[in-house]
Every structure is written in structure tokens, then in C-alpha cells.
């Protein structure tokens, strides 16, 4: 299947997210049929690990100055 994303550029801002919230929908009611891919897990992992470690944690400010450089 193609899709024509030159319309969906086309779409103002709240089509946009109006055509998003459509598809997310579509996907939720399907998720039965669908098979995560292996790495899916360990990033979540991962990234549940990274809960446990506090001290790791980046405050919004240097997550914006490491965004900036």
C-alpha cells in the first residue's frame, strides 16, 4: 500500500492530528494480530532499569543543553 504523503502534508496541523488519532485507533483494535519485535523488550528493559538508578537522572535544563550542542 502507498500513501501520498504530499496530501497529508497538505493537512493543516489538526487533520493532521485528527488522520494520527485515526490510525493509533485502528492500531489499538488490531494489537491482537501483532507481534512486537525482539528489541522492543529490551529496550523497555532497559529503560525500566534506568528507573532504578536516580542518581542517573538528567534534569529539563540538562536535557535542553544537551539538545542544544
Known amino acids: 500500500m502507498l500513501i501520498d504523503t504530499k496530501k497529508i502534508d497538505k493537512l493543516p496541523l489538526s487533520g493532521q492530528i485528527e488522520l494520527m488519532e485515526a490510525v493509533m485507533g ?8 501483532f507481534e512486537p519485535p525482539a528489541w522492543h523488550l529490551d529496550d523497555l528493559e532497559a529503560r525500566a532499569q534506568e528507573l532504578n538508578e536516580p542518581e542517573k537522572w ?9 539538545l542544544k550542542s
Open 26 to 33: 485502528a492500531l489499538g483494535q488490531n494489537q491482537t494480530d
Open 58 to 66: 538528567l534534569t529539563f535544563e540538562e536535557v535542553r543543553e544537551t
